[in-house]
């Protein structure tokens, strides 16, 4: 089994910023892709960041140059630093692993439970 802690999110003034972590745990072979989606209200969830094993990234075009993704893979950790916060950035982001586990072998999506992020104009 597979744990996703997220933390970092809150209230922030538009063109604040704000740093979100994912930590994984559990029984894991190995990490692939690490991911930020969001959800704003009445709305479907979208791919905000992605980043490889390899450490190649990908940026929703309304995030680009605006945010950062990265990974510290010894602590199994993925972050999204965002800057230049908007009001239409106000979602609850949810962080996603594809991951490789034990018993047996075979690879998981796992979802962490959201962290919610508002920001106000």
């Known amino acids: 089994q597979v744990q996703l802690v997220e933390s970092g999110g809150g209230l922030v003034q538009a063109g604040g910023s704000l740093r979100l972590s994912c930590a994984a745990s559990g029984n894991m072979f190995s990490i692939n892709n690490m991911a930020w989606y969001r959800q704003a209200p009445g709305k479907q969830r979208e791919l905000v960041a992605r980043?490889?094993?390899?450490?190649?990234?990908n940026y929703a075009d309304s995030v680009e140059g605006r945010s950062t993704i990265s990974r510290d893979n010894a602590k199994n950790t993925v972050y999204l630093q965002m800057n230049s916060l908007k009001p239409e950035d106000t979602a609850v982001y949810y962080c996603?692993?594809?991951?490789?586990?034990?018993?047996?072998?075979?690879?998981?999506?796992?979802w962490g439970q959201g962290t919610l992020v508002t920001v106000s104009s």
């Open positions: 980043i490889t094993s390899g450490g190649s990234t």
């Open positions: 996603n692993i594809g991951v490789l586990v034990f018993g047996p072998l075979r690879n998981l999506e796992v």
